[in-house]
């Protein structure tokens, strides 16, 4: 075996087994899912019927309830957007002023998303919750009866915004990480000749750290539309898509179908939602290139 | 060399995959896959003794809860690793999918060796898909109950006197129950409470109405289409929920509250009454031993020409894997844990209502009423509504409750939803 051939081989050795456990888990599930949306099944009989596009027609013009769920994913993703990365890059800008305990800031910010989202939405429910809710105590507490019994939860104007606040509680951390790691990368020499040219803070985060961060932004921005959209095991421990169906999102319905013998409906489902968060993404990543030039 | 290489990999990835096939039913002779984790300890016990008579090792395994459960059975069917036994936890639609699919075994013919006799009926009937039923499941009975349920109303007898309620004379009239939630309102007590977020219970109230109102013959009706929800009597159906709204009998977050969470309600004094299953007798034991607590029947509704009806029968049953080559082994399991001894310790240990007629005698007096109100359960039909239909139905009372649509609105879009389903078909 010659020298080229061997460092082939010992390339190949190398990412052979992550490209094995992509094509098992990721890229074999997509392709079957696609394959799946195609045919009429319940998850359990061993034939299946084979129906075209007929479920994807279903749901596009027929399903205006899966089409509300996706309308209830984006409100929750406009919020995060705003309000969630909103505080991540104000708490971001704070940290990376070298102030004393960064680190321990860093940790308390970071604590959130690496709870389980079942677990903090059991806890945030029993803060909401009508009958012993903690919040309604404080609200009391302060004089404000009206709130004595509100269930958060199960009133239409309040639940799903309830439930986004909880979304960006537990989501800011991972917006924050990321946007303190872009701020440190901007060289301090750029700040240094800003203030030389007597630019003040403002002119300084408009012109040096705003441009300066605009890949990061996309790549947070994306993240958090991934991540909102995706939206599921929180609504699912808070409200299970209630009152009357006004927090359901795409998952849920998805999981919804599936769990009733609905799996080739429910994976064309799945994959209407895939390409629109991918199409979602993509314009994402071409806006940002044109800003970035 | 390069070859033999990549043969080596090959292999390596595919040892883990090939090893674990087929080696989830070897842990035991029989392997049972249920959802009960507060009974857990009480089946082991059952399974020991079991081994130690004939040496046929029986095994449990939890996993909880019911819906990670339920697509785990989904999953091994798919992939062939069902235990020897296990429920599928789905409606007859989804239990005769697994019937044709061949994963459940008939046991009509063991049935029929006097194991049948001693199991009350109705639980049994709703096991058993007879003659040209809709699913084209071949005649037969499938499984077995352990237990047998039903869903009353619970409600607090010092609650009520509270309220200047007689706790020895619940409401029986439609009427007479919410004068008793005006009366408890009043009290500063939340009258009503139930896990109305999970569709199934709101979906069992409603039901227990339509049976009052429409009775057998007409449910059956609606099904088939010749009724349709904007009938006036399912505009009663739906009133019940209007009614219920009106008089401030939900207690706080009802839409939105599981059953567990209305179950912490009722235990710890905070509403009134609630609908729940006979299950709730060891729950509310759990939570609160000193809760003193009576049950009642849904009331009756002055204009419902039929009697009044409950969900209930079977409280859960166990299948039998067909393809299982210790489906022998299995079936004896069943039948001896079904037996007259195993059922009278399995009642005694859980709180439940044996699926075995001859070891009902020694129950508290709550479950005893339970057990008398069997014979008032729905009737297993021979056909079923479609899910979405039930879905739309469950979703829109929630609406009704939260004062979002009138009784007309959702009567026009459950049936606007029947059309749809009727035309998918």
Known sequence: MNKAAKEKTINLLFILPAVALFSIFSLYPIIRTVQLSFYKWDGIATTMQFVGLLQYKDIIFHNPAFWKSMANAAYVTTLALTFQNGLALLLALLVSREIRGENIYRTIFFLPPVLSGIVVGLIWKWIYDGNYGILNHFLTGVGLSHFTNFAWLAEIKTSLTAVAVVHMWKGFGYGFIILLAGLQTIPKELYEAAKVDGADSWQQFKHITVPSMIPVFTVVAILTILGSMQIFDLLYSMTQGGPAGHTHVPITRIYQFMGNGEFGYSTAMSVIFGCLLLAVSFIQIEVSRRMNK | MLRIVRLLIACALLVPFTSCSQNISRKADVVI????????AAFEKIAAQYEKETKVSVLFETYAPSEVYRDKVRAAATGKLLPEIFSTLGDKREVSSFINAGYIADLSADMQTGWKSHL???????????EGNEWKVKPGIYGV????????????KDLFKQAGLDPKNPPQTWEAFLEAGRKLRAAGIQPFASGFSEGWL???FANSYAW??????????????????????????????????????FASGIATMVNKDAERTFATGKAAMALNGSWGVNVYFSMNPNLNYGVMMPPKMSLGEYPMRIFGGEGSSLNVNATSPNKDKAIAFLKWMTAKEQQIQLAQETKNIPSNQEAAGGLSDILKIFAQNIKNTFESLPVSESWQVNNVINTDMQAIIIGEKTIDQAAAEIQAEKMRQSGAK
């Open chain 2, 33 to 40: 896959w249920h959802w009960m984790t507060d009974r857990q």
């Open chain 2, 120 to 130: 009350f009926d109705k639980p049994l009937s709703q096991n058993t898909f007879p």
């Open chain 2, 145 to 156: 109950p352990i237990d047998v349920s039903a869903i009353m109303i619970y409600y607090n």
């Open chain 2, 202 to 204: 709101i979906g069992v």
């Open chain 2, 212 to 249: 009052n109102m429409l009775g057998e013959q007409g449910i059956l009706d609606t099904i088939k289409g010749t009724i349709k929800y904007t009938d006036l009597r399912w505009l009663k159906v739906y009133q019940v929920f209007a009614d219920m709204a009106k008089h401030d009998m």
